[in-house]
T-cell receptor, first 109, second 115 residues
Framework: GIQVEQSPPDLILQEGANSTLRCNFS?????LQWFHQNPWGQLINLFY???GTKQNGRLSATTVATERYSLLYISSSQTTDSGVYFC???????????FGAGTILRVKS | DTEVTQTPKHLVMGMTNKKSLKCEQH?????MYWYKQKAKKPPELMFV???????INESVPSRFSPECPNSSLLNLHLHALQPEDSALYLC??????????????FGPGTRLTVT
């Protein structure tokens, strides 16, 4: 099956710093989503981005489908950005969302 | 409104109990999902319903029994669970039927502990 790798596995930032999270996938995909899981377990949709670039406030994402990777940029980080960031993909046509292992982000004040 | 609701938020059950988890969405989505997430691991797909019919079962043990009574509701019936089934159970929905690909939206989850 498709492999989804996220890096780095852990990241500690000082409040106000910028960061880049990476997601590599082993095959072409028709769906790619970035999620933020807060400490209570809620998965929050950040981006639906099978290709191209999107921005939402301090967050932006870029997926280069031909090179099989996606990047999530967090600028001017805040303590509320702490949590786990997941990349998830669907290969082919269907509904099976396969998650990467996640990046644990800790933002210190 | 992109809200998926789940009840209960927390559940503690013994290995001989029967309980049910409930999920509801009012976005008109026709695909609904159950995922299981163990501590410090990513979510893993259990079941997919498309147009109220079971379309994917990821070889889940029969002690987990899904049900989709209508297009807005999804249940997960639990019976004779094991302590290793303790996890966060997440429900999701998307606007796509099988064969198409759309964004999935997740509920807040039910944290299940089996004693």
């Amino acid at each position: 099956g498709i492999q989804v790798e996220q890096s780095p596995p852990d990241l500690i930032l000082q409040e106000g710093a910028n960061s880049t999270l990476r997601c590599n996938f082993s095959d072409s995909v028709n769906n790619l989503q970035w999620f933020h899981q807060n400490p209570w377990g809620q998965l929050i949709n950040l981006f639906y981005i099978p290709s191209g670039t999107k921005q939402n406030g301090r967050l932006s994402a870029t997926t280069v489908a031909t090179e099989r990777y996606s990047l999530l940029y967090i600028s001017s980080s805040q303590t509320t950005d702490s949590g786990v960031y997941f990349c998830a993909v669907v290969m082919g046509y269907g509904n099976k969302l396969v998650f990467g292992a996640g990046t644990i982000l800790r933002v210190k004040s | 409104d992109t809200e998926v609701t789940q009840t209960p938020k927390h559940l503690v059950m013994g290995m001989t109990n029967k309980k049910s988890l409930k999920c509801e969405q009012h976005m008109g989505h026709r695909a609904m999902y159950w995922y299981k997430q163990k501590a410090k691991k990513p979510p893993e797909l259990m079941f997919v319903y498309s147009y109220e019919k079971l379309s994917i079962n990821e070889s889940v043990p029969s002690r987990f029994s899904p049900e989709c009574p209508n297009s807005s509701l999804l249940n997960l019936h639990l019976h004779a669970l094991q302590p290793e089934d303790s996890a966060l159970y997440l429900c999701a929905s998307s606007p796509a039927p099988s064969g198409r690909v759309y964004e999935q939206y997740f509920g807040p989850g039910t944290r299940l502990t089996v004693t």
